[in-house]
């Protein structure tokens, strides 16, 4: 069952996010769903989203590290607190810490998968630990430290 | 003096990158500079380059850490061998691995500047620590490690 995206349920004034926000037209649009325990989501980087010759940026992988890891968090923070992403009030993460370690180059041209393992769950912090996959291998691992972000800045309920 | 930035001293077919390559037409083209021991680099988001409403996107603040380190890392290995960085042969550093804490908001709309001080200089692995600052303020820090290219993705010297 292909359910809707975490990203699909952020307020609209909080959908604009470069990487992940469903209305920022120029940006990438990520997508992140629950896999059984852990979470996926998937990209294929534009020819543009160069490092050298043949393999993907860095800065690229780092941001959809970002997104993904964002995006499970808020996944994981609704379901533990037992509740549907529809629901109110609205749960966004923003980043506080990101870790990247690029462990092989990243091959250009090709769908890469994220997978996110949720690491720990408090109530204003998650920590996720994030894959990024070319070809079913593993190209770099990232760890996102997420925190919910202040009350101020969410102005609407959904 | 203003003198070139370092990534225009790299080979042309590795002038791509999407952060900081000369040639990639759609991409950031970061250039990084010295000034006195540390190193410095500008760089303004665009409109779309969005977080929340009014701050910039994180995974940008990420990249352009990524290239600043990347950047420093070719600039403190050719002054350590004490040689120009039109010499031969060209050396060039991709990231091994990157940190960034994310410690405030980042405000959208003005000139961010990119601080970058060498921690360590091996012969094939460079330390730098990287700030972001807007308006002044320093809003992210990141550390960089970063590992001389092999001289197989180098095909060209210049």
């Not at 349920?9 to 997508?31: A, F, T």
Request: charge should be neutral.
């Amino acid at each position: 069952m292909k359910i809707k995206p975490i990203q699909d349920y952020y307020p609209d004034e909080l959908s604009y996010c470069y990487g992940c926000g469903r209305l920022n037209k120029n940006g990438h649009q990520l997508k992140s769903y629950w896999d059984g325990d852990e979470t996926i989501a998937h990209f294929t980087p534009k020819p543009h989203h160069i490092a050298i010759p043949g393999y993907v940026y860095g800065g690229l992988i780092a941001s959809l590290i970002d997104c993904h890891g964002t995006g499970s968090a808020a996944l994981a923070s609704y379901r533990a607190e037992g509740r549907e992403p529809d629901s109110n009030p609205p749960l966004r993460f923003v980043t506080a810490s990101l870790q990247v370690d690029y462990l092989k180059p990243t091959l250009l041209g090709v769908e890469l998968e994220l997978g996110g393992k949720i690491i720990e769950v408090k109530k204003r912090k998650v920590i996720t630990e994030i894959t990024v996959s070319a070809n079913g291998e593993i190209t770099a691992r990232g760890k996102v430290v997420a925190v919910q972000m202040p009350e101020s800045l969410i102005k609407n309920e959904i």
